[in-house]
């Protein structure tokens, strides 16, 4: 790997939702070959134990409304570290190319004639999706998956084009959106999506501490206020999240292919 990881390197890697394991074998070996770490505050204590302790581990962690580093403050010191000649891994959660605010870091870099290179990372909503044992797309229901970010700076009303996400064949998953859910349901309702639309948020995806808790679109506002902690949480919404006994019309497509099945047999 340090062949591959030249001095004076920046590496963005996705660290993933959270579960140390779910860190890719890449990731894990960038990790261990670098001579610095940048991190968020999303990156939990069990990939962070990964980084061995020669390697120096630096917070730049970044919270919705709490203190943290702006962008271009990382930007410079990611920069700064790999003029010095270090192998600079920058730790994301998830993966950096949903929601990281990479961009910005591989623009820092590019200027500054840093070679900058990104290591994927699973992201939340596959993580989220695993905790509810369900698949984010369905057969000729759920064709279309949208990541949407629903971040607003407090009191602010996120600007979404919630006319281009009434879908009754698709699955949102929406980042960021705890404190805009009351928008997200709200908007959504009022382009057209039925209120009664299948709802799961989930909490601390991957972790022990996760959870999970289904509503429909009508309901989430209360839901995110009553069923969230503190964690980073996933709002997806979409008839591919209800619940399984919710959706007895698949069930019985189930059992009649069985009969079928059987039937043929019998033939
Ligand atoms: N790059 C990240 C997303 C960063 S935005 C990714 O690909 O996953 C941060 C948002 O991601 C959080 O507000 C939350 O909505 C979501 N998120 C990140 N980790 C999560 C987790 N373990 N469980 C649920 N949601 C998570």
């Not at 057969?139 to 600007?159: N, Q």
């Not at 959504?188 to 639309?197: M, N, R, S, Y």
């Amino acid at each position: 790997m340090n062949a591959a990881f030249a001095r004076g390197t920046v590496w963005l890697v996705g660290a993933g939702p959270g579960d140390p394991d779910l860190l890719t074998r890449k990731a894990e070996r960038l990790i261990a070959a670098a001579d610095i770490v940048f991190h968020d505050a999303l990156v939990g204590p069990g990939v962070l134990a990964l980084v061995p302790p020669s390697v120096e581990l630096v917070s730049v962690g970044k919270r919705s409304g709490r203190h943290s580093k702006d962008q271009r403050t990382i930007d410079a010191l990611i920069v700064e570290a790999a003029l010095a000649g270090k192998r600079v891994v920058r730790l994301k959660g998830g993966d950096p190319s949903i929601f990281g605010r990479s961009n910005e870091e591989l623009e820092a870099c590019h200027a500054a004639g840093v070679p900058v290179h990104i290591c994927p990372g699973i992201t939340a909503a596959s993580a989220a999706a695993a905790d509810l044992g369900l698949s984010l797309t369905l057969r000729g229901t759920a064709r279309r998956l949208t990541f949407v970010t629903a971040h607003t700076k407090r009191g602010e009303v996120p600007e979404i084009d919630w006319a281009a996400l009434a879908d009754p064949q698709a699955t949102l998953a929406v980042y960021m959106g705890k404190a805009a859910a009351p928008y997200v349901s709200a908007g959504l309702i009022a382009a057209g999506q039925a209120a009664d639309t299948p709802v799961a948020l989930v909490e601390n995806a991957s972790l022990p501490k996760g959870s999970q808790f289904r509503t429909r679109l009508d309901l989430l506002p209360i839901a995110a206020k009553t069923a969230l902690s503190d964690g980073p949480a996933l709002i997806l919404i979409g008839a591919a999240v209800a619940e399984p006994n919710a959706s007895s019309s698949l069930e019985t497509r189930e059992r009649l292919s069985r009969e079928d099945i059987s039937s043929f047999a019998a033939h």
